[in-house]
């Protein structure tokens, strides 16, 4: 009996090619693939930055937001400074106390 399968030939035993003979062979293919990859993260570390940026923004907010309840809170403890200070007989008190918070002598 003889065996169906045709015999093999040197082409049929290649060997398989290796990375840098692939590329080689496929520059076109793997510089397209380097420059997507490249696009891919720079457009990744923008919408980064892009989101970073934003919470920076609602970030100042709070603090400006913070800075004005502050100031509020501090102007409030003046004037009741002030208030109490203009109570005492003599004045001495408040008038150190306008002097310690940069006013003048009304």
Not at 90 to 100: D, K, S, V
């Amino acid at each position: 009996m003889a065996s169906s399968a045709p015999p093999s030939t040197a082409s049929d035993r290649r060997k398989p090619l290796g990375f840098m003979e692939n590329v080689m062979k496929r520059k076109q293919s793997f510089v397209q693939f380097f420059a997507m990859t490249g696009i891919l993260l720079l457009s990744v570390r923008s919408v980064g930055q892009k989101y970073r940026i934003h919470n920076l923004t609602e970030d100042t907010a709070a603090l400006k937001e913070e800075q004005e309840s502050l100031v509020s809170r501090m102007n409030i403890i003046k004037q009741s400074l002030l208030a109490e200070a203009a109570l005492e007989p003599t004045g001495a008190f408040a008038a150190r106390l306008r002097l310690l918070f940069g006013e003048e002598s009304n």
